[in-house]
């Protein structure tokens, strides 16, 4: 049987840095052993779900190269959720509930002050018809409930190893709520069994819900299904990542121009035993890709790393994989403007501050007059090379006896108004004697 795996985001947010990595994971294991990688939305609580953030999610993976051979949203489904809810309650599982949700917490509070466990009581297990009946007369409609029978429930997990849960611990889960819509817990279970998964990979927060979905698949079917759970990433500060945390949505990094291959390097490397590396390809990262490298420990995400990747990833773009990037920003980027300035960028688009310093006719403050029209004077004639730059400097030198930061520093302020940039001897190719004249021209 070949791998199938999923991934099964509700459309109720953003995706962030978190989500992704499960997204990954789940892709990865897929891709890595020739499966199948489905996406599935979990659409079922159509007021917080949003049309918008279906886009946004199909769109995030898009970029990031995360394809999908299939999807479906848990909405066009609720036919076949009833059909299987039928059999469960046909099977005796399942369970009429007329509490309110004022009564199950009133309940829960009790439960609490008595120091008791805070699980469903079943106490609607013992309504008569005849209560029942009064209930629905009074405008009550039920909620139902799974009945859980299992004590113990024991799997091996891929990532956690084994796993006993004690199911006494946890309430019935409630499938259906009285308003005929369908609960997560229950949906994902039937479309685990329907797409034939094979792996469900997914955060260590769904541990729970793994014992009592397993219960609820081995009711329908038979559990086939390998299960593992990874550490939530966390934020630097340690907090745990929320989807309205917008500053590590993938949304927000694309509008930052981070490169997908830097998310993806260090998606695939956090939280893992690997040290955190560019990788040169989605491909690389498919075949170093290993399970069982995951750690059971959170990782935490730092953006300042997520930024030196991809600094390295913009110095390791050729001029011909960025041309149409920097066309759009001006066409005079050419090739030796690219690799002259690449090395001082955090994103591709950052060139964007070089051009003027490159190209518009400038002339910046100095108040080093006479060493500035000394060193015009010394000027070498054009064609400018590499050397150039070495053999002025040095004429300078020998006529004023400077060195260092005091020979220097007023010669790239003068040329460029800045303090810092790319190497001299490189920029000035660029810049030229005209518009070294012209900037230096009062
Ligand atoms: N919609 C669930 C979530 O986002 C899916 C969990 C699962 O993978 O089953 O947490």
Redesign the pocket.
Known sequence: MSTVT?????PTGLLHLG?IR?ALINWLYAKNSGGKFILRI?DTDQERSKEEYISKIKYDLEWLGIDFDETFNQSSRFERYREEFEKLKSAGRIYACYETPDELERKRKLQMAAGGKQVYDRSALELSDQQKKDYELEGRKPHWRFLLQTERMQWNDLLKGEIDIDLTSLSDPVLFREDGVPL?TFC?AVD?IDFNITN?I??D??TS?TAVQIEIINALDKNKISFAHHALLKASSGDKLSKRDNVISIDSFREENIEPISILSLLSTIGTSKSIELKDSIQQIIDEFRLDTISTSPGRIETDVLKALNKKQVQKFEYDEVKTRLDKIDTNIDQKFWNTIKGNLDTVEDVAAWTDVVFKNNSFETEDKDYINLALELMPDEPWDDQTWTVWTNDIKERTGRKGRELFLPLRLAFTGLTHGPEMKLLIQLIGRSKILERTKN
């Open positions: 999923r991934f099964a985001p509700s989500n499960t979990d997560y994902s685990d469900v997914r955060g927060d769904h819900n």
